[in-house]
């Protein structure tokens, strides 16, 4: 069995004084933090960091662009196409669009600014670290409740199987008369 307190001391004391040097990575590393990664330990860490910050400032504009140009073309297209047929495809790009910002706002848009807090030498962001582990974990759960809402089928089969078949369009009531 791994002796814990000895593996954590023994990070710790890798280098002289890292006890002066990080006076406060002790306590959070010891006893109340799942991880700890120091970018001096292997300039893989320090470089995996900057492409993950660089990949994320250029592929958020690149993905609005797109979007933007999908709608553009798609307006184009309207013309040409049946009015079922367009808002088919309006709401199926709506539905990517989403599917492409329930990722960046639960992974990668939280883990970007802690690791530019990391790489810029900040300390006592445990909140930020323990937020963006929260984010992450809803990245699944929010994905699917997005499909559910998006995709008809599916929401007509969840409101069916929980009995709301009330919840969805009201059905008229017809009335007929006849007058003598």
Same mark, same amino acid.
């Given at each position: 069995?791994? %002796?814990?307190?000895?593996? %954590? ?6 280098? !002289? ?9 002790? /306590? ?13 330990? *292997? ?11 660089? &990949?994320?400032?250029?592929?958020? /504009? $690149? =993905?609005i ?14 013309? =040409?196409?049946?009015?079922k047929?367009y ?9 990517l669009?989403?599917?492409l ?5 639960? #992974?990668? $848009? /939280?883990?970007?600014?802690v690791?530019?807090?990391?790489? $810029?030498?900040? !300390?006592?962001f445990?909140?930020?670290s323990? +937020? *963006?582990?929260?984010?992450g974990s ?6 699917t409740c997005?499909?559910?809402y998006?995709?008809? /089928?599916y929401?007509? &089969? ?5 009995? #709301?078949? $009330?919840?969805?369009? &009201?059905?008229? +009531?017809?009335?007929h *008369? =006849?007058?003598p």
């Open positions: 069995m791994l %002796d814990r307190n000895a593996i %954590d001391k023994a990070v710790l004391t890798q280098k !002289e004084n890292a006890s002066e040097q990080w006076p406060n990575i002790a /306590p959070f590393y010891t006893d109340i933090s799942c991880s700890a990664s120091h970018l001096e330990v *292997s300039s893989f860490t320090l470089l995996f960091m900057i492409s993950l910050i660089v &990949a994320f400032a250029i592929g958020a /504009p $690149a =993905v662009f797109l979007a933007y140009n999908s709608f553009s073309i798609l307006n184009e297209q309207k013309s =040409v196409m049946s009015e047929t808002r088919m495809h309006r709401q199926l790009l709506i539905t669009i989403f599917q910002l329930v990722p960046t706002i639960t #992974l990668f $848009a /939280p883990y970007s600014i690791t530019a807090f990391i790489i $810029a030498g900040a !300390e006592d445990g909140w930020l323990q +937020t *963006s582990i929260i984010l809803l990245h699944s759960t929010l994905n997005m499909m559910l998006f995709i008809q /089928p929401r007509l &089969a969840v409101l069916k199987v929980f009995k #709301l078949e $009330a919840w969805l369009t &009201a059905k008229p +009531t017809l009335v *008369s =006849v007058t």
